[in-house]
């Protein structure tokens, strides 16, 4: 209730409103039950007992209208503020006072939940966090956010309400903060053992600070890839603030996609081949085994697919265009598409095709 940020304010100004709108209902009923307890008590001769009464429309009329008309009420400000403080909704303001600048160019902060620290890339500047987060002052930020493992939530409440984070998926949250400060941030979500102590620091600083900020991350050395990340997953409590000056190209992506080991198909490439048709039996060879101990040192068998069909709007390296699947969606592909495809990812040598002038390439 301390907001400093404009749509944690209206957040707050929302709760207030709707409150206060329930309370002109909720405290004339309370001083009403005082008032006829009182009244009507046994010892009070004075007051007048009609056995036979039973209705008054007039009574009828305040009775019901007055609640209908807070519930229109209510109704109407949950509506038009669900739509205002949407949180996929681009900023329109800086403030009550300040429209939002048309040319303003927001700061964009990928956020990835882990056991149980918060992790923070700024893809604007090519450098990473962990449980410190840092954005300048009356500049609306875009955060992409979802998980590593389980369920969470970021919730700065300086800033804005909580925001969902899940693995696999991602959820978005547009905001600005106002006044310079540093401000708490946690989990609003319980996610295990270390869930209590999943907090970071969020700061808000002028202009010349957030550069400073930057620089000294830029200054902090070491490159955050995929072999790094995959130690930094690990379950650990009270994780102190790291940095690093560079992030590996495409590592939230893949967290995004569960993909961080190379070895296994990333989550919008099996979307993609499943909306496409499958891979039928022809698929089938793509499909990798590998053994997992459980807790009690018994191997249990895993499987997960490692094949991937690439197109020129999603190739496997994000630069070498593809050929696309000829197959229409909802059609499954022809099995000689997918023995290629499948056996490019297995490695295996093609069969020669015919060019254009009868010749194999």
Known sequence: MNPSGDIANQQRDLILISTALMLLIII????????????????????????????STRLEVVIWAAPLVI?????????????????????????????????AKPLNVEVVALDWKWLFFYPD?????????????????????????VMNSLF??????????????????????????????????????????MRFKFRGLDAAGFEAWIK??????????RAVYTELERPSVAEPVKRWSSVEGGLYDAILNRCVDRAKMCAKDMMRVDAQGGGGKEGTGAVLAFEKPDASGAATPKRFVSAVACTTAAPRDGETAETPIPAPIGRRAEASTMTSIFALARGDDLPARPAAGGRPE
Do not use: C
């Not at 009420?73 to 996929?88: E, F, K, N, R, V």
């Not at 700065?156 to 401000?183: C, F, R, S, W």
């Open 156 to 197: 700065i409440p300086a800033l804005a309400g909580q925001i969902y984070a899940m693995p696999g998926m991602e959820t978005k949250l547009h905001a600005v903060i106002n006044k310079p400060g540093d401000y708490e941030g946690f989990s609003a979500n319980y996610s295990g053992a270390g869930f209590s102590d």
């Open 216 to 225: 000294q991350a830029r200054d902090a050395g070491g490159m955050l890839d």
């Open 125 to 149: 500047y090519g450098v990473a966090t962990v449980n410190e987060l840092a954005a300048p002052v009356d500049a609306p930020i875009h955060f992409k956010i979802t998980s590593s493992t």
């Open 28 to 55: 004339p009923v309370m001083a009403l039950t005082v008032l006829f307890a009182w009244r009507y008590r046994q010892s009070n001769k004075d007051a007048v007992y009609d056995a036979e009464w039973h209705h």
């Open 71 to 103: 519930i229109i009420a209510l109704g109407a400000i949950t509506w038009i503020s669900t739509h205002l403080l949407d949180p996929y909704r681009p900023l329109s303001r800086i403030d009550a006072a300040r429209p939002m600048p048309k040319d």
